[in-house]
């Protein structure tokens, strides 16, 4: 390609499909082009055509593509020597020990009433199917991208600001934005706000 090309003494020309006329790049036109739902990859689906909130949507995004910065990940990248689970201290905490391996997080779900062992890895979270009676996509997708993201938190409260880990604390943290994500739910999506509350109650 670069042997077709003569520099010369004029001034660039560059071009970028998302630019405008004074060639200054437009955020709106690739979030467009990234949202325009052409795609054919469950986990776009899964993360964002979700309701959740969009800092949530890109964890997600970093959680199915396993690159949010669990310890394995920084220790890959020498920012951290040891790369043992905080909580538990048996195993390297990789992105799938914090969501379903690690035993203060199967207690969590089995509190709950999902049964750890049907947590899918990361890279395909959308097949979880917590137990029976099934729990509709619709409901269970962004129930799974608000609990993670809850689980996300809690962790960084355990290693960051010394809190203990605490399944009761997590719980009621999560109660909490199941509550508050429900307002993002359309008023015409009236079954979808009832099996939203329901499908967390405990
Ligand atoms: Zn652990």
Redesign the pocket.
């Known amino acids: 390609m670069l042997q077709e090309v003569t520099l010369g003494l004029e001034p660039d020309e560059r071009s970028c499909f998302f630019e405008d006329g004074g060639h200054r790049l437009v955020s709106g036109l690739i979030y467009e082009a990234s949202t325009r739902g052409d795609h054919d990859c469950a986990a776009y689906y899964f993360v964002w055509k979700s309701l959740a909130p969009p800092r949530v949507k890109f964890f997600g995004w970093l959680l199915t593509k396993n690159r949010i910065h669990c310890c394995q990940a920084l220790a890959r990248k020498n920012i951290l020597e040891d790369a043992a689970?905080e909580?538990?201290?048996?195993?390297e905490?990789s992105a799938d020990?914090i969501f379903s391996?690690?035993?203060?997080v199967q207690g969590y779900w089995t509190t709950i009433g999902w049964l750890p062992d049907n947590i899918a890895k990361v890279q395909e979270l959308w097949n979880t199917q917590p137990h029976s009676p099934r729990i509709a996509k619709k409901v269970l997708h962004p129930l799974l991208l608000l609990l993670c993201w809850e689980i996300w938190k809690h962790m960084n409260d355990v290693v960051f600001r010394g809190m203990p880990p605490d399944v009761a604390r997590l719980t009621s943290a999560c109660k909490e934005s199941i509550k508050n994500w429900s307002c993002r739910i359309l008023r015409k999506e009236e079954a979808m706000s009832n099996s939203w509350m329901l499908a967390f109650s405990m």
């Open positions: 689970c909580i538990c201290k048996a195993a905490e020990h391996k690690c035993p203060f």
